[in-house]
């Protein structure tokens, strides 16, 4: 039974990952007046996926090997396991566990440990700056971007995910939490790695980052983990913040609507705004970017989750 | 007991500059911040220098205005002059690539910065320049008009017309757009403004020229100068930077092309309406008194160049572009030595570099408008 729900869940990721894919050279190329191949540019995906498969696999030589191998599964199995708890309707959830915010934070790191331990096994400078800089980077938005997960934890009394998303029945919680709402929105660009906030690829040194010395399907692996990441961080930010599946007035018109596709359209929402935000800014040079997170965003986030903290404990007990 | 020795990383990278030429920098690094930079050059050393001696003076060519530099001498050397007409031309054709040239630079300041969608619009006003180019000369990337005497022919009917209406309508537009989008950009300015800065001694002691030069706050522009062809029949203004850093020097060019739309602008309403473009009577022959220097006979018998040696210089986009000739009165060049600006800005890249961070490498190379091309000649 679980076997076949992993089953339609890692399929319909698949689907939504080469659609995002598709909808992503379209936006972009629209933005940036370039034609499209032929066909609408169908075949584009299905080429580049072929070119990948016969790339030639490029080991190093060193005893890194076997991590080298097996390293960029596991980071695409760290950011699907994510999905397991997200719930996109009242019940359909693979694991509707009770410390669903918990294990989200949980993989999260994950993810951020096993690309350090990437630029190491790729045995290769280039490839160890990309990881450094790419972990600096997403470690100083990290904490502040959790400290907005607590407020909204505060706020909902859950840590189950699906407990949080009906909490948010009044109202959504983008709107008493905005600052949170955009700190995160923000992780998720530096995660998803969209501009203004992502890493500079200074064209020679860290271009390709810390997947650099990939090839062939290790690369195939980094390259569809970015776009789940994608996916999952829009998913997140409509189950954190932009009440999930529920639609944004009980009309009786919006009530019609299937629930699975109102997360769809937050969703696809967010992913307009990544997709956009990668051919309108440029990027922040990566010792701004870290300050920026560690001086401006960490602060703030503090005196948030106090503030929150303590409106919710006045409205609780009604003493002062 | 094993100690550990920390030291600091080299790296080999492979620069590309914005023209699509390469050279290669050594980096040692600490961490972020560049210790050491060294630049090498040869990757695409094609030797013109040695062609251009071994060509008659004819076929010996390269980009517009950089080719304008030859051709200049070659007519000192002559003692002829181009008609009005040509000059106008010329100068015209000159301010058109010199608008493709600033446009490949700033795009890729903003590529360098991480924005690469001014890039794209960018190509699409290239597109457009090169279209004319082809108009006036037949062929899209150098414009093969420039003779010694001279132009390869006049433009072709309407081609003025359709220049000045697509610069006002939609290149000034596209540039406004730019200014809109890039120059007021709070991020852009955080990855320019006081970067990979150059200060107007050290700027003429590392032998800058052209927009670089100007950035750092010396007024010196060749066109003004020691103006050749038309240059001093024509109203402009020089821009000048005040820092000297990326910023200043994108702020420059940008300006420059404004200024260049104005040239070219005034170039159509002075331009006089004569069709002859002649070589002088010291070259063409008795029975050819009107040459063109497209025809067969000219190409095969060449002409030969009185002995001496001579020194021009124009105001190629990058900087001072010097050509000079050593004749021994034959057909050929005896010794030619070509003054590219991408070498001095080459030089300097060392000590601009050094202190800065390694994202900004591309920032600061190609708002030095370095062409590999150039730089190896």
Redesign the interface.
């Known amino acids: 039974m679980i076997i076949s729900e992993i089953i339609i869940l890692l399929s319909a990721l698949f689907a939504a990952s080469v659609l995002l894919i598709y909808v992503e050279r379209k936006l972009i190329a629209a933005?940036?007046?370039?034609k499209i191949a032929r066909v609408y540019g169908l075949m584009q995906p299905i080429a580049d996926a072929f070119k990948l498969f016969f790339n030639e696999t490029i080991l190093p030589r060193g005893k890194t090997q076997v991590a080298f191998m097996l390293l960029p599964v596991l980071f695409f199995t760290s950011i699907v396991a994510c999905w397991a708890v997200i719930p996109v309707d009242e019940g359909v959830v693979l694991a509707d566990i009770n410390a669903g915010a918990l294990f989200l934070v949980a993989m999260f790191f994950l993810s951020i440990c096993l690309i350090v331990v990437i630029g190491w096994a790729s045995d290769s400078?280039?490839a160890m700056?990309g990881a450094l800089h790419s972990v600096a980077m997403m470690v100083a938005y990290e904490l502040s971007a959790m400290l907005a997960i607590v407020c909204v934890l505060i706020s909902s009394g859950s840590m189950r995910l699906s407990d949080i998303v009906n909490a948010q029945a009044e109202m959504w919680y983008c709107l008493p939490h905005f600052p949170m709402f955009v700190v995160f929105f923000i992780y998720a660009l530096v995660r998803t790695n969209c501009?203004?906030f992502?890493m500079?690829?200074?064209?020679?040194?860290?271009d390709g980052e810390y997947s650099i010395e990939y090839t062939s399907v290790g690369y195939i692996f980094i390259a569809f983990a970015r776009y789940v990441n994608m996916l999952l961080m829009s998913a997140v930010i409509t189950v954190f913040f932009l009440g999930g599946w529920l639609p944004p007035f009980e009309v009786e018109l919006f009530l019609l609507i299937p629930s699975v596709i109102w997360f769809g359209l937050k969703m696809s929402l967010c992913l307009l705004i990544f997709i956009f935000t990668k051919?309108?800014?440029?990027?922040?040079?990566?010792?701004?970017l870290v300050q920026f997170g560690w001086k401006m965003f960490l602060p703030f986030s503090l005196v948030w989750v106090i503030a929150a903290a303590g409106y919710t404990l006045v409205s609780a007990t009604g003493k002062f | 007991m094993v100690r550990a020795v920390l030291k600091n990383s080299t790296l080999n990278t492979m620069q590309q500059t914005a023209g699509g030429g390469f050279f290669r920098l050594v980096l040692e690094v600490d961490g972020e911040n560049i210790l050491k930079a060294t630049p090498h050059i040869g990757f695409s050393h094609f030797g013109i220098e040695k062609l251009i001696e071994n060509k008659s003076y004819i076929n010996a060519v390269s980009l517009l205005n950089q080719e304008y530099a030859l051709v200049l001498a070659i007519e000192k050397l002559l003692k002829i002059k181009p008609s009005k007409r040509a000059a106008y031309i010329r100068v015209l054709l000159a301010e058109l690539s010199r608008i493709m040239s600033h446009l490949q630079t700033v795009v890729s300041i903003a590529e360098g910065a991480g924005n690469s969608t001014p890039s794209y619009y960018g190509a699409a006003v290239q597109e457009k320049i090169m279209e004319f180019l082809e108009l006036a000369g037949g062929s899209r990337l150098h414009a093969n008009c420039l003779r010694v005497g001279g132009v390869y022919n006049d433009l072709s009917y309407g081609l003025m017309e359709d220049i000045v209406k697509w610069l006002k309508k939609d290149f000034l537009c596209f540039l406004d757009n730019i200014d809109e989008k890039l120059t007021e950009d709070r991020i852009f300015k955080q990855r320019t403004v006081g970067i990979g800065t150059v200060s107007s001694e050290n700027a003429i002691e590392w032998g800058f020229s052209g927009a670089n030069l100007r950035a750092s706050g010396s007024l010196w522009d060749l066109r003004k100068a020691q103006p050749y062809d038309v240059y001093d029949e024509l109203d402009f203004e020089i821009p000048i930077g005040k820092y000297g850093d990326c910023y200043s020097r994108y702020l420059v060019r940008m300006a420059e092309m404004r200024q260049s739309v104005n040239i070219i602008l005034q170039i159509i309403e002075k331009i006089p309406e004569d069709f002859m473009i002649i070589l002088d009577d010291t070259v063409a022959t008795d029975n050819e008194k009107t040459v063109l220097s497209h025809s067969s006979k000219n190409i095969d018998e060449d002409y030969n160049v009185p002995a001496g040696q001579c020194y021009e210089s124009t105001e190629a986009p990058s900087g001072e572009f010097g050509a000079y000739l050593v004749s021994d009165g034959s057909n050929r060049a005896y010794r030619c030595k070509i003054r590219t600006p991408s070498f001095a800005h080459l030089q300097a890249v060392p000590h601009v570099l050094k202190g800065n961070k390694i994202e900004d490498i591309n920032t600061i190379i190609s708002s030095l408008g370095i062409e590999a091309g150039e730089v190896d000649r």
């Not at chain 1, 933005?31 to 370039?34: H, I, N, Q, W, Y």
Request: glycine share 4%; aromatic share 18%; no cysteine.
């Open positions: 933005v940036r007046l370039k400078k280039y700056f501009p203004p992502r500079s690829e200074s064209g020679n040194i860290s051919t309108a800014f440029p990027i922040y040079r990566y010792d701004n």
